[in-house]
Each structure stands twice: as structure tokens, then as C-alpha cells.
């Protein structure tokens, strides 16, 4: 038997008519030639692709709206339309059917522009009265139409007869009779000319009269215009080259719904001889209920519900065989009633590429549920059963397989199968490696192996498996690359069996689906396996951010070390973790998490022979972190296996802390992890080592600044105590001299008074800078009202220094974050600009600006200004000595207390001359 898929082709391909094949989702899933020719494309450019992406000047159209209307009604459409990219018009008729549509149309560019010219001439036939007339040899009418009569106004009966001298003078007559000669002498076939026309009633119209020789020798002539009748006639004789010509069956029935015409295309379907046909009831080849649904749908027609009728039925052929075929159908006007004519096409052929349609649909159906499947499941086995199930239903076989191939034993597996014998799948196995087997020729193929019958196979004998289930014909092929093949994919049935490409290509589609599952499970286990590793690293790096937040803030090295060994052990990268130390040789157990006790029934002895020294050891002796990725394979750790069993553990890692300097210990870690402490874990895990022993160093140092602020503390208070008891005697002292002493030395004495108590207040000002820059107590800091503090120390300076100009802009009303020393700050700040200016009235600029997150107060001077090289230099501790009290301690102070309150202070040149302060405060 012929290949069915080969014979559909050829019969796609036969037809006149282009046909395409649409799936559900309006993808393409077949063109024949024609429809290539027509669309000017190939199959292989649209093929798969939806048919509104390819053409989306259809989008909107009748193709989109008939289209989809088929679908949705699940009946047939015909129309006309036309695709201005192609500049064509198509005469379409669509099928529908749940799986898609199958789309017969035709390029009637040629007709359209012929009806078009037709309804040119037909209109100019039905606008414009043409007159018609014949003449003798002698000049005398013989013929004239009522149109003609009408025009010059006389009876028909008075023309008949009469010479044209009665319409026409004589100089007209004249040059008719030589246009006449002219043609009489073939040397033109038709000849027009304007004349004036005389009307019965005296008057006269001018008329265009067109004429010629009739074969007789009379002429003819048609006044004013002659489409009507030469549009008649193209329209006949179109009309009757399309009947010739048309391979479709035509026929023709009366209101009694019997034959009155039937062309050769017809009476070929139907077996009948023309005269066997005419005159018989339509029931002669058809059933009666088609007769009826004809009869209903061309009643539709005439009432404008439809455009025309399509009916789908079997035609009855004289031996009594059934064609199945399409009419579609239209009304005509009879003089007894109304008739019907078709236009009837075989459909058998078309039917059958729509089975085979649905069969390609189908399996691309399963392809597509097989693959949605592929991705939601994680377990093959399931997806394989599903797979050979699907396979052998949708090609109607006995059995399916899944064969699992074992290349080292050289034998393949029935992982997963339907149909076979009980106890066969799991169990059974072929040869893979036997050249006589279909297994074995199907793995060294580079393409599927397809067997129509078994017993007349040449190429390899059928293994038992398939003998002892009566297999005759079958499709294998491989799962996986053909390189690195993973198995075989096979169905088979117990008859013959002639299967088409796409059954074969269904086949490797679903093994290519199967392939890629199983790669994919691969590969998503190596991920699964590198996720590991670099969820410990993660945890390891959180981790270390996480001790290095926490350690900081502990008082003692014990509560550190028992922090990072909790840390460690609640984390699900780790079992258990302990931090061992050195004493007197030994290695003891300083903290530890996750496990209770264990070194109590373990000696480790930095003095133990090679053979007996762990990670823990030799971590101790070489200052280098030491790890066994698994303690089953490692030769090292034989001696500890079995502990290692009994605390569940599979690695080990031992990390020195120490920063180089000072050794604190090892950290020992435990993981159930096979392979854990690969490179990345192990640097993450020097570097807690590091920042465990730095933290540890920094509660030594810690220890010892608490000291060195405790004894400036008490330095302060002694400095502060002594200094002012002094202060205050001498300040009553002065006090009691007041008011006697000589005018000459009062001014002296006054000066003495202001100075002491500008040294009292010095001294209680050192005692909050070192609250500031040396206390350990926590700074109380607050808002502050920048324009109230702004604006009274500006005018404080402006008492202080009369002859200084300083000007101030207006003070938005913000809140700054700072204490009661922001008045020491703006002090210096001001005192400093007026101070260190030569000019004896210096002017001073102050301003303040804000912004969301920030309060600037800008003080500039037109004084000398700061060299470029001393700018670095001028907020230093060393940069301003003490020896003028009441100036402050200058700009190293304001610097300290600035950065007290998380501000800062800039220095620039101001223009044209002198400096820039710029003191940034946070806004409240």
C-alpha cells in the first residue's frame, strides 16, 4: 500500500486551488504549492507561524472575521476579499473543525477586473438610452429600436422603409455613404461619426452614431453608445468559457427541483449521461434531506440572510457508490417560479487531508502536553510511563517502551512500558550491544528506525522481547544525543503497519521531550548540589558579617568564643563547633555549641605521633586552617571514622584564630555535608578566624583605654578642683579691693577681675570639651534653635569687637542636633575671623543655609586668608596653642565637636579675598 502521508501530498499538490491548513491557534501547518505561488512564499517561512503574524494586514479584515467565524460556528464560509499587500483578491472557502481550519482559495484578480468592467458597461447600458438602427444598400431603414424612435421623435412603423434622409441631410448621408464604402473595402471594421438628427417634431439633435457592415452588406449603426450590448455579449460569453473550462460539477434545477442544466464535470461525478440527468428529480443523486436543506438555504439567499449556500452531503453516482463533495449554492429567477443553480466539488480528497490534519494535530497536542508535563514534574518515571502511554494511544499501537540503556553491562533496561506481558517492565532487558537487535542498530542510527513487518526485515533479527509478543511493525529511537544516547523510545504494533513521516517524527519529538527532561533533572541536581556549596558559603559569609556586628559589643573573650561556636551551630550549615586551646601540651576545650562534652573521652597531645595527629593538631602546629572534605575517603581521618559515625558527621574543618601576631586557638567545625569546605568556605572561614582573633585582642585593648580614660578623668577633676578653689580666692580678693585703690590702677585692677573670670569659665569649658573628646559616658545631644544661638553670638562678638563689621542674613527657623557647647563652636569660629585680620574694622559674613537633611552656617572675612598648604593643617590638635584662654582652643576644638555631633568643617578661599568656614550641622 502506498505511503499515506506521500499520497496526501501528491493529492494537495493536484489541485487546482491553493489550500492551506490552520491549527487551532491559527498556526500553519500545511501549504500546498499553489497556495505558495499565490502567497508568494514557502512553506517553510510560515509553517508553525500564526497565520496573523505572516499576514497582519489581514488582522481586522473579512479573512480574520470569516475565519473566525467558522471556528465559532463550526460551518463552512465562503467570500471574496481583497489583500492590498498582494494587490489580489481571493475567492476563500474555509472548513472548519475543532482542531482548526482548512482553507481552499483562488486568485480571481482577472475575473474581479472583468465583472468590474462588465458592471462599467451594464451601467452604462442602464444610465444612458442607446438608439439602434439598421440600413439597406439603399438607405432605408430596416431595423430601429424603440430607444432610436424615441430619439428623433417618429413611430417605429414610420421609420421602417423610410431613407435616412428623412433623419439625416444630405452632406450627412453623403459621409456615412463614403464611411460605408470604407468599410466595404475592409480597410476599417467600424467607423463613428458626430451627425446632426432631424426629429419628427422639427427640431434636431447631434448623435454619435458608431456603425459597421452587416454580412448581408446592410449597416448597422448604434447612436450615442453601444456598451449595453457589448456588455451582454463579453458577459455570455464569459459565462460560457467558465462552463467549459470549470472542473467543478455545475448544474442547474427548476422550482420542482428537477435538472434543466448539468455540465461534463457533473455528469463525470455522477456516472449519468447528460440525457439521464436532465429532467430528473435532484433525489436521483442525492438524499431527499439534502433536497430540503438546499432548498431552505437558497431561500435564505434570496432573502439576504446569506450571501450563499454550502452544503456538505454525499452524491450518489449511478452504481450506487457515495462521493462526498460540497454545493454551494445560489437562486434564480425562472418565468414559473425560482430555480437553483451550484457549483458542486469532490471532497473525498480533502477529507482525507483533514483526517490526516487531525492526526498531525493530535500528536502536536500530546507533544505539547507531554512537554507542559516535563516541566511541572520532577519524577521521569512518571513522565516516561506518561509518554508511552500517550505515544501508543495517539498511533493506535499495541505497545511502547522505554528502554534505559546500561552501557558499561551493554544492555538496555524496560524502564517503562505499556502493553507488554505482566512482570515484563522492570525486568526485561536487550542487548545493546548485539547487531542483530533493533535495540543495537537503533543506538549506532543517527536517525529513528522504522519497521513495517518485522519478518521481512533485513537488517537485524526482532529480539524476544518483540517476537514473544507477536510485534510485526514499529518505530524506535534514541533518547538523548546520538553520542551520549541515554536510551531508546519505541512503540510497536502487532499488525503491518505503513507509518507516515510525521508518525515517525511524533515518535523523536517525544523523545526529544524525554531527553531534555532527563538532561534538565541533571542538571538541576548538579545545581542542587552547587546551591549547597554556595548556601554554606552564604551562611558562612553571613555569618562571619553577623560575629563581626556582635563580638564587638561583648566585655570578655569567654563570651566571644561561646558566641561563635552558638552561631556556628545554628546555622544549617554545621552540626557542632568547639574552640580548642593550648595548655601545657594538650589541647582543651575552651567553648562549645551544638554538642556537649566532646573531648571528654579524647586526648589530643601536640606531641602525638604523625600518624595520630588530627586537624585539630596540626592546625595548632602550622597556624593554617586544615579540612577533611569527607571523612569516609580521607586516609588521614581513619583513625577518627568511627566517631565521626557516631556524631553524624561527613567533614571537618580546624581554623587557627590568630591575626598574625597573638594565637588564640583553633575553631573546629563539623558538617553532614559530603564535600564541604571547598576553596570559597574555606577563606570565609580564615577570615572569622582573623576577625574572632582581632575581636579577642580588642578586649584586651579595650581593657586598656578604659584605664587611660579613667585616669584623665580623675586628672580633669584634680586640674579642675585646685584651679578653681584658686580662681575663686583671688577673685574675692580682688573683689574686697574694689572701690580702693587709686584711680591710677582701678583699670588694672578691672582687667585682673575680667581675666579671672574668663579663666573660670575657661575651666568649666575644658571640663565639657573633655566630657566630649575623652569621657566614656554617652554625649547628650538635643535640638538647638539655630537662630536663636546664631544671632546671639554674632551680636556677642559684635560687643566684643566694636570696629568689626559683620553682617548677617536672615536665620531660618531650623532645629540642629547639638549641646551647649555649639556656642563655643560659632565663638571661635566668629573670634577667629575677627582676630586673625590685620585690617583694624574687618567685616564678616555669616550665613544660614538648609536643606531636608542639613544646616550650613557659612562664616567668610576679608582677611588675609589660609594658604593652600595649611588648609589640611589648621584643624589639628597642634595647630593653635592654649596661651590665650578666652580665644578657645581654636579651630581644633570646633573640629571635636563637630564631629561629636555628626557634623564637619570645611576651609576655602573666599572672594575676592580672605576665608570660608562652612560648619555643617544634622537637621533635626
Not at 190 to 212: K, V
Not at 772 to 792: A, F, K, M
Amino acid at each position: 500500500m502506498a505511503n499515506v502521508y506521500e499520497t496526501g501530498e501528491e493529492v494537495f499538490e493536484r489541485i487546482d486551488d491553493a489550500f492551506i491548513a490552520l491549527d487551532a491557534e491559527w498556526r500553519f501547518t500545511y501549504l500546498n504549492e499553489r497556495a505558495e505561488e499565490v502567497l508568494d512564499l514557502t512553506g517553510e517561512d510560515v509553517v508553525g507561524v500564526s497565520v496573523w503574524e505572516a499576514f497582519p494586514e489581514a488582522v481586522g479584515t473579512s479573512f480574520q472575521y470569516e475565519y473566525e467565524r467558522a471556528m465559532e460556528t463550526q460551518e463552512s464560509v465562503s467570500f471574496e476579499e481583497y489583500y492590498a499587500p498582494l494587490e489580489k483578491w481571493f475567492s476563500v472557502t474555509a472548513y472548519p473543525s475543532e482542531t482548526g481550519l482548512s482553507v481552499y482559495f483562488r486568485d480571481v484578480t482577472e475575473r474581479r477586473e472583468r465583472d468590474r468592467e462588465l458592471e462599467r458597461y451594464e451601467s452604462i447600458v442602464e444610465t444612458v438610452q442607446d438608439g439602434i438602427y439598421v440600413v439597406n444598400d439603399e438607405g432605408r431603414f430596416t431595423m430601429v429600436n424603440d430607444a432610436y424612435a424615441e430619439m428623433v421623435g417618429y413611430d417605429r412603423d414610420e421609420l421602417i422603409g423610410s431613407h435616412v434622409s428623412l433623419v439625416v441631410d444630405e452632406a450627412t448621408a453623403h459621409d456615412a455613404a463614403t464611411l460605408e464604402a470604407e468599410l466595404a473595402a475592409g480597410t476599417r471594421s467600424t467607423a463613428t461619426m458626430t451627425a446632426t438628427l432631424e426629429c419628427a417634431d422639427g427640431g434636431s439633435i447631434e448623435a454619435e452614431a458608431t456603425f459597421s457592415l452587416l454580412p448581408d452588406g446592410d449597416r448597422v449603426g448604434v447612436v450615442r453608445d453601444v456598451t449595453r450590448r457589448r456588455a451582454r455579449e463579453r458577459k455570455l460569453e464569459l459565462f460560457e468559457r467558465i462552463i467549459e473550462t470549470v472542473e467543478d460539477g455545475i448544474y442547474a434545477v427548476d422550482d420542482d427541483a428537477e435538472f434543466i442544466v448539468v455540465n461534463d464535470a457533473f455528469c463525470e461525478m455522477t456516472d449519468y449521461d447528460r440525457d439521464e440527468l436532465l429532467g430528473r428529480h435532484v433525489t436521483t443523486v442525492k438524499d431527499a434531506w439534502v433536497s430540503e436543506r438546499a432548498k431552505r438555504l437558497t431561500a435564505d439567499v434570496q432573502a439576504g440572510d446569506r450571501g450563499e449556500g454550502v452544503i456538505e452531503f454525499e452524491l450518489e453516482t449511478s452504481d450506487g457508490e457515495r462521493l462526498p463533495v460540497e454545493s454551494r449554492l445560489v437562486p434564480f429567477t425562472l418565468d414559473d417560479g425560482i430555480g437553483r443553480c451550484g457549483v458542486v466539488r469532490d471532497v473525498s480528497d480533502r477529507k482525507a487531508r483533514e483526517q490526516e490534519l487531525r492526526d498531525r494535530i493530535r500528536q502536536q497536542e500530546v507533544v505539547t502536553e507531554l512537554g507542559k508535563h516535563a516541566l511541572e514534574t520532577q519524577d521521569i518515571d512518571t513522565l516516561m510511563a506518561e509518554a508511552v502511554r500517550l505515544v501508543s494511544e495517539t498511533l493506535g499501537t499495541d505497545y511502547g517502551k522505554v528502554l534505559d540503556l546500561d552501557a558499561e553491562a551493554g544492555e538496555l533496561l524496560l524502564r517503562q512500558g505499556t502493553g507488554w506481558d505482566e512482570g515484563v517492565v522492570g525486568e526485561a532487558t536487550v542487548s545493546a550491544v548485539d547487531r542483530n537487535s533493533q535495540a543495537a542498530h537503533t543506538l549506532e542510527a543517527t536517525h529513528p528506525i522504522v519497521v513495517e513487518d518485522i519478518a521481512a526485515e533485513t537488517r537485524f533479527n526482532g529480539p524476544d522481547l518483540l517476537t514473544d509478543h507477536d510485534v510485526k511493525s514499529g518505530i524506535s529511537t534514541i533518547i538523548g544525543p546520538t553520542d551520549d544516547p541515554w536510551g531508546i523510545l519505541g512503540t510497536h504494533d502487532t499488525e503491518r503497519r505503513d507509518f507516515s513521516e510525521h508518525d515517525v517524527t511524533f515518535v523523536r519529538s517525544v523523545a526529544n521531550i524525554l531527553a531534555a527532561a532527563i538532561g534538565r533533572q541533571r542538571s538541576e541536581e548538579a545545581l542542587r548540589r552547587q546551591h549547597e556549596r554556595l548556601s554554606a558559603l552564604n551562611d558562612i559569609n553571613s555569618l562571619v558579617h553577623g560575629l563581626s556586628e556582635s563580638m564587638f559589643g561583648l566585655s570578655t573573650q569567654e563570651n566571644i568564643k561561646q558566641l561563635i561556636c552558638d552561631r556556628l551551630a545554628e546555622s544549617d550549615s554545621y552540626a557542632f563547633a568547639w574552640i580548642g586551646i593550648l595548655d601545657d601540651g594538650e589541647i582543651l576545650t575552651d567553648a562549645e555549641a551544638g554538642i556537649d562534652d566532646y573531648l571528654d573521652d579524647l586526648t589530643l597531645e601536640v606531641g602525638q605521633s604523625p600518624d595520630e595527629r588530627g586537624p585539630t593538631i596540626r592546625a595548632h602546629q602550622t597556624g593554617e586552617i586544615q579540612v577533611v572534605q569527607s571523612v569516609d575517603d580521607d586516609p588521614r581521618y581513619e583513625p577518627w571514622r568511627d566517631r565521626a559515625e557516631e556524631y553524624g558527621y561527613r567533614a571537618s574543618a580546624s581554623v587557627p584564630i590568630g591575626d598574625g601576631g597573638e594565637f588564640y586557638g583553633t575553631l573546629n567545625l563539623y558538617s553532614n555535608r559530603v564535600g564541604a569546605f571547598n576553596d570559597e568556605e574555606r577563606d570565609a572561614l580564615q577570615r572569622l578566624g582573623s576577625i574572632v582573633a582581632y575581636a579577642l585582642s580588642s578586649v584586651e585593648r579595650d581593657r586598656e583605654l578604659q584605664r587611660e580614660r579613667n585616669r584623665l578623668e580623675f586628672m580633669n577633676r584634680l586640674l579642675r578642683h585646685n584651679l578653681l578653689n584658686s580662681l575663686n580666692v583671688v577673685d574675692a580678693r580682688l573683689e574686697m579691693l574694689d572701690g580702693r585703690v587709686d584711680f591710677e590702677v582701678s583699670d588694672h585692677l578691672q582687667t585682673a577681675i575680667d581675666r579671672t573670670n574668663e579663666m573660670s569659665e575657661f575651666v568649666e569649658m575644658v571640663r565639657e570639651v573633655t566630657n566630649v573628646i575623652g569621657s566614656s559616658d554617652e554625649q547628650e545631644l538635643g535640638p538647638v534653635d539655630i537662630e536663636d544661638v546664631v544671632t546671639s553670638h554674632v551680636e556677642r562678638t559684635r560687643d566684643s569687637y566694636p570696629a568689626a563689621e559683620i553682617h548677617l542674613d536672615p536665620v531660618p527657623e531650623v532645629d540642629i542636633v547639638a549641646d551647649d557647647l555649639i556656642g563655643e563652636v560659632l565663638d571661635n569660629v566668629l573670634v577667629n575671623a575677627v582676630q586673625h585680620n590685620p585690617d583694624p574694622a574687618p567685616t564678616v559674613w555669616v550665613e544660614v543655609t538648609t536643606d531636608d537633611d542639613e544646616v550650613v552656617v557659612t562664616v567668610a572675612d576679608d582677611g588675609p586668608g589660609i594658604p593652600d598648604d595649611e588648609k589640611a593643617d589648621i584643624f589639628g590638635r597642634d595647630a593653635k596653642t592654649f596661651d590665650d584662654p578666652s580665644a578657645g582652643f581654636g579651630l581644633y576644638l570646633v573640629k571635636e565637636i563637630l564631629d561629636s555631633y555628626g557634623g564637619r568643617i570645611t576651609v576655602e578661599d573666599n572672594q575676592p579675598q580672605g576665608s570660608r568656614f562652612r560648619l555643617v550641622f544634622q537637621r533635626v
